[in-house]
């Protein structure tokens, strides 16, 4: 019986409330601060949850043109015509993929596998909440200035098409919606393709949940955000989900990427090498609820 392909991350990339540079990041993370505040992107005159992990007006350009120097020329003139059009999630996480494929350093064409043995996996869905939402009320006002490519942009898949497009990946590429395990999923049949042998280099992505006003609402209705008045006085300290005084989930936008890969493929081309992924499971609980059972997640693990 042949040894399974080992499987290795060599790319990460990150956009998140405390920063979108891996060593930022880490640093902030590292010395407990908190990317919690009160929404200002967002109109919580009506919520009762005002806070969370705010970064409804990044600036998706200007990350874009950051790049510019360590990016080809012809792609970055391409990126900044698809940007015009993008939605913040579509942004956010093709952003994150361009600069997890630096990190692993796969703009090296000579270090490049086939474009049919690379796929893009991107976790989570509902993404553009916000922007459905804006172009349903834009067509109760007047139907003839919807966003003409709303039919294309509203939809999940594009994000994992758009960095296909990007990357030039040819290789299986969607969606996987889990909820909250979404980006896990993603890393599984991520992990999955290259232990196959089906292909050599995944992308595991995701982008910005670009919520709107109803999502909190209807959330808080259910009790499963923060909505204690102490909290929105005080939202660094609102997120404590191992503390006696937690009181629901603080949501945040945020975005990430892997670069997964076959580790010979990896260490043959010398590349940098973050961790070893050494499996991926998953189950459920016969239950369509968000109803954790301690049973289930301990027989998984």
């Known amino acids: 019986m042949a040894e399974q392909r080992r499987v290795v991350i060599t790319g990460m990339a990150t956009i998140n409330p405390l920063g979108d540079d891996l060593d930022v990041y880490y640093n902030n993370l590292i010395a407990g601060k908190s990317g919690v505040k009160r929404w200002t992107t967002l109109d919580t005159s009506n919520v009762d949850c005002k806070i969370g992990g705010d970064l409804g007006d990044y600036d998706c350009a200007a990350a874009l043109e950051a790049l510019r120097a360590t990016l080809d020329p012809d792609l970055h ?6 940007f015009r059009t993008m939605t913040l999630p579509n942004k956010t996480a093709t952003l994150c993929a361009i600069k997890a494929w630096r990190d692993a350093g796969l703009f090296d064409t000579s270090v490049r596998p086939a474009d049919d043995r690379i796929s893009v996996m991107v976790g989570g869905h509902n993404f ?4 459905v939402l804006e172009q349903n009320l834009q067509f109760l006002k ?7 490519l709303y039919g294309i942009e509203a939809l999940d898949p594009n994000i994992p098409g758009t960095i ?20 896990n999923i993603a890393l599984r049949d991520g992990f999955r393709d290259i232990v196959t042998g089906e292909c ?6 995701g982008g910005f949940w670009d919520m709107n006003e109803p999502d909190l609402n209807a959330m808080g209705t259910l009790s499963a955000l923060v909505i204690d008045p102490y909290f929105q006085d ?9 503390d006696h ?3 629901g989930f603080v949501p945040s936008h945020g975005a990430a990427a892997l670069i997964i890969e076959d580790y010979e493929r990896a260490k043959k081309r010398g590349a940098p090498i973050w961790a070893e992924v050494l499996a991926v499971a998953a189950n459920s609980n016969a239950n369509h ?12 693990m």
């Open 289 to 300: 609820l968000p109803a954790p059972v301690s049973e289930a997640m301990g027989s998984l």
């Open 142 to 148: 007047e139907p003839a200035f919807i966003d003409p």
């Open 234 to 242: 005080h939202p660094e300290e609102a997120s404590r989900p191992f």
């Open 245 to 247: 005084k937690r009181c």
């Open 200 to 205: 050599e280099v995944s992308v595991v992505a």
């Open 128 to 131: 553009n909440s916000r922007y």
């Open 77 to 82: 003139k391409r990126l900044r015509k698809l």
């Open 164 to 183: 296909c497009e990007v990357l030039g990946a040819r290789g299986p590429a969607y969606n996987l919606g889990a909820a909250c395990a979404s980006g």
